[in-house]
């Protein structure tokens, strides 16, 4: 039975100007969805896009199992949380719109009995010589300083939290839409409130990146911002 994983999936990709990767890339998480899923939902949460990538996706309205809902605040948090909300499935593959990993990844979240290891789970980026010399290093160098502080700051228990590929169940993981932040510090947050709530997670490492350049990051004014949002997070949950 060519049907291996767990019944039902959305596969939530949250979009700010990706809409065209997400087409060029369509087909492929299409067949992977189809090889491995009874059920299925690609939800497509565009936030701050240009009008101009959001109609190059008008083509994806003839599917049914195809939802493109666009925000026109932007924000990945925002956009995140709005599809945790409106997921058709409980279980919620949180996938970057970039493309920066291959979604196969996604089967190492299952057992050996085709069912999700944990509610909540998600990649840990090793650093390969050939990531090593393919990313810039200053990119390499305030990704390993911010994990640092997520860990001491905040008493993470993770090696990265910020990779953008993720899976919840949110019957399980109840409180996964109560993060309040808007921006890519909704990924910390989601560790904070599994911690709260005694949820099981689960990390799968990789070193297997895609070369991507359509990341949305500004590494020094983002990194900045982000530090700044360790020492509000660690007031409003009350981190010792």
Same mark, same amino acid.
């Given at each position: 039975?060519? *049907?291996?994983?767990? /019944?039902?999936?959305?596969?939530?990709?949250?979009? *700010?100007?990706?809409? /065209?990767?997400?087409?060029?890339?369509?087909?492929?998480?299409?067949?992977?969805?189809? *090889?491995?899923?009874?059920?299925?939902?690609?939800?497509?949460? !565009?936030?701050?896009?240009?009008?101009?990538?959001?109609?190059?996706?008008?083509?994806?309205?003839?599917?049914?199992?195809?939802?493109?809902?666009?925000?026109?605040?932007?924000?990945?948090?925002?956009?995140?949380?709005?599809?945790?909300?409106?997921?058709?499935?409980?279980?919620?593959?949180?996938?970057?719109?970039?493309?920066?990993?291959?979604?196969?990844?996604?089967?190492?979240?299952?057992?050996?009995?085709?069912?999700?290891?944990?509610?909540?789970?998600?990649?840990?980026?090793?650093?390969?010589?050939?990531?090593?010399?393919?990313?810039? /290093?200053?990119?390499?160098?305030?990704?390993?300083?911010?994990?640092?502080?997520?860990?001491?700051?905040? !008493?993470?228990?993770?090696? $990265?939290?910020?990779?953008?590929?993720?899976?919840?169940?949110?019957?399980?993981?109840?409180?996964?839409?109560?993060?309040?932040?808007?921006?890519?510090?909704? $990924?910390?947050?989601?560790?904070?409130?599994?911690?709260?709530?005694?949820?099981?997670?689960?990390?799968?490492?990789?070193?297997?990146?895609? /070369?991507?350049?359509?990341?949305?990051?500004?590494?020094?004014?983002?990194?900045?911002?982000?530090?700044?949002?360790?020492?509000?997070?660690?007031?409003?949950?009350?981190?010792?």
């Amino acid at each position: 039975d060519k *049907k291996t994983m767990e /019944k039902n999936i959305t596969i939530l990709l949250p979009s *700010k100007d990706h809409e /065209k990767v997400i087409l060029d890339n369509f087909q492929k998480l299409n067949n992977f969805c189809l *090889k491995h899923f009874e059920n299925f939902e690609i939800l497509i949460i !565009s936030n701050g896009s240009s009008k101009e990538n959001i109609a190059s996706l008008d083509g994806f309205k003839k599917f049914d199992f195809v939802n493109h809902q666009i925000l026109s605040t932007p924000g990945k948090g925002n956009a995140v949380k709005n599809g945790l909300i409106i997921s058709k499935y409980p279980n919620i593959l949180i996938f970057d719109s970039d493309f920066a990993y291959d979604i196969s990844l996604a089967l190492k979240f299952f057992d050996e009995d085709k069912k999700p290891i944990a509610p909540f789970m998600y990649i840990e980026r090793l650093l390969s010589n050939e990531v090593r010399k393919n990313t810039p /290093k200053i990119r390499l160098l305030a990704g390993t300083i911010f994990n640092y502080l997520i860990r001491k700051i905040l !008493s993470i228990d993770s090696k $990265d939290t910020q990779a953008g590929f993720k899976f919840v169940n949110k019957n399980e993981f109840l409180n996964c839409t109560e993060f309040i932040s808007s921006g890519f510090e909704y $990924d910390i947050e989601l560790f904070l409130l599994a911690k709260k709530n005694n949820i099981k997670t689960y990390s799968v490492d990789t070193s297997q990146l895609s /070369k991507t350049d359509y990341s949305n990051v500004n590494i020094i004014p983002d990194s900045v911002k982000l530090f700044l949002k360790l020492f509000k997070l660690r007031q409003i949950y009350k981190i010792n």
